[in-house]
């Protein structure tokens, strides 16, 4: 729970305002709802006594029922009011988290990027921030709101009908529904999260069934991976069966403590009225309050079968939050990329990738990496992004570390062309916006004509050409191209290419490759190569070998 209500917190300091109005109209509607309940109890108390005693003529109806009319359209308007705000509040504060998780995604280390599937971070992000919706909305604010209204409701007992009366029906409300939840919360909580799991695990694999069932149908595996679905999907129904179970039971516990206090009330009430201590209609009072005071614990039923999702997804978001702050007031580095002796070794590896490795690349210059599949030619990329940091030596981009600059200052001046491409399902528009949301469209027609590929989208929609899920519609060397022109977009100052002219044929190989120089003329170019088409372009070539002969401090 610590982590739920720290989670809390940040959601309520975003949007602190909009919560507090909504927190003080719910507890004006739990008000209103008690004060209506308890008012008409007295008013119909009142007047049978009255009538009893034949004073009825001398009793005053008018007041009594202009309050009980105004506290129902009150209340009403109240509801409304409370949901707009709490609503609109919460999800402008999930939308805030959201942003705030996948800018914090954007820090983790590159590797970690690397092995991530974005289907599964996505579901998870958007499961998680779902959940945490109902931690304001069925958890802290209907608490906040039901803890105010009967400690208000007890202090306004205590002088209208008697004390006892008081700290039975207030002290009952405050201890009794309080243990039910800490009880049923820890019973809950071990279904509540083998159905979140469940559910996750469904998610994922329904999206992997829809997205490779061609492939899976070639394979004969289309029938296993829907059994896997099917089977998640039951597990999460059982598990959701065992927490409706849970609920009921909690509900039938928080019914009979509304009817035990109302009971008690009646009981209380009864005995000191014998004794003269207090009227009837008195007594009608505090039964009445004790059975309005009811709807104050409802909502606990509801975040019974909830509580173990809002806290799970509060220990997975809170350490994603926990990310350094942006440094600010980095520049763009801009000059010559240096290597010095640089090497790199995984931290689980006992040797380095490659052999020490120096370079220089000077604006305006192109220098390819050659050397055999798996030498590091890739990894020597990331580490002149400053995506990867060197084991040893140094990467410098005018006298920078690009590792050690902030994210903005990087983006800002570096673009990298990965060997797997990364589109979305969207326009071709879209798709290079993301580099330059601003560009135009002749901005956009004119790095298409440098990668060679304005003709092939003019024969289909243009900028309009839709793609599906990771690009579906273009060929390899079509996604590939695209990707080259929205890197192109950013103006980079160095510009770092993986093989890109796979999959092309020889003639718009070498058309592509003298494009990207025209499109750049002051830019440093660094790319790992195989084909010829690729190497002619280079000032210089750079051989990338492994440490096989080597004795450095890996004791190879």
Not at 117 to 125: D, E, I, P, Y
Not at 137 to 156: F, K
Not at 513 to 536: D, F, K, N, V, Y
């Amino acid at each position: 729970m610590t982590a739920l209500l720290r989670l809390v917190l940040i959601l309520a300091r975003a949007e602190q305002r909009a919560l507090w109005r909504g927190l003080a109209l719910s507890v004006t509607v739990l008000a209103m709802g008690v004060a209506l309940l308890g008012l008409s109890g007295w008013f119909i108390t009142a007047a049978a006594a009255a009538g009893m005693a034949g004073l009825g003529i001398l009793f005053n109806v008018f007041a009594p029922s202009a309050m009980v009319r105004l506290l129902a359209l009150g209340r009403t308007a109240a509801r409304y009011g409370e949901r707009v705000l709490t609503h609109d509040a919460t999800l402008r504060a999930l939308s805030g988290l959201r942003i705030r998780l996948l800018q914090g995604l954007l820090h983790s280390p590159y590797r970690q990027l690397e092995r991530m599937r974005a289907n599964a971070f996505l579901n998870r992000v958007t499961a998680d921030t779902d959940a945490l919706d109902g931690a304001l909305l069925r958890l802290i604010l209907p608490a906040l709101a039901g803890w105010t209204v009967i400690l208000c409701s007890g202090a306004l007992l205590w002088p209208l009908v008697h004390p006892w009366i008081a700290l039975a029906v207030a002290g009952g409300y405050l201890i009794l529904p309080t243990a039910t939840f800490a009880l049923g919360q820890r019973v809950a909580r071990h279904p509540a999260r083998r159905a979140e799991a469940a559910l996750q695990a469904a998610r994922s694999r329904l999206i992997d069934l829809v997205a490779g069932r061609d492939d899976l149908a070639m394979h004969g595996q289309l029938r296993q991976s829907a059994a896997q679905v099917e089977t998640a999907f039951a597990r999460h129904a059982a598990a959701r069966a065992r927490l409706d179970g849970i609920e009921r039971v909690t509900g039938a516990l928080l019914d009979m403590t509304g009817a035990g206090l109302t009971v008690l009330a009646l009981g209380l009430g009864i005995a000191l009225v014998q004794q003269g201590a207090i009227t009837a209609p008195q007594a009608a009072i505090g039964v009445f309050v004790a059975l309005a005071l009811g709807e104050t614990v409802a909502p606990v039923r509801r975040a019974l079968s909830e509580i173990g999702r809002m806290t799970q997804a509060a220990r997975r978001i809170l350490p994603a939050l926990d990310t350094p702050a942006e440094a600010s007031g980095g520049q763009p580095p801009e000059g010559t990329l240096v290597f010095d002796a640089v090497t790199f070794a995984r931290p689980e590896a006992d040797r380095p990738v490659f052999a020490p490795l120096s370079l220089r690349v000077a604006p305006g210059e192109t220098v390819v990496l050659e050397g055999p599949s798996g030498s590091g030619k890739s990894t020597a990329l990331l580490l002149a992004a400053g995506a990867l940091t060197p084991s040893t030596g140094t990467v410098r981009i005018g006298g920078q570390d690009p590792a050690a600059l902030p994210l903005t200052a990087r983006t800002g001046s570096i673009a990298v062309v990965p060997q797997r491409h990364a589109l979305i399902a969207g326009t071709v528009a879209e798709n290079l916006r993301l580099a330059a949301p601003e560009a135009s469209e002749d901005r956009l027609w004119q790095v298409l004509e440098t990668v060679q590929l304005a003709d092939t989208l003019r024969a289909r929609d243009g900028l309009e050409t839709r793609l599906g899920f990771r690009g579906t519609g273009l060929s390899g060397g079509e996604a590939r191209r695209l990707v080259l022109a929205r890197a192109l977009l950013r103006q980079p100052r160095l510009l770092l290419l993986d093989e890109p002219t796979e999959g092309l044929d020889a003639e718009t190989a070498r058309a592509v490759m003298s494009g990207l120089r025209a499109a750049c003329p002051g830019a440093a170019i660094l790319l790992a190569a195989h084909r010829t088409e690729e190497r002619a372009c280079a000032d210089r070539h750079v051989r990338v070998t492994r440490p096989e002969n080597l004795h450095d401090r890996w004791g190879i």
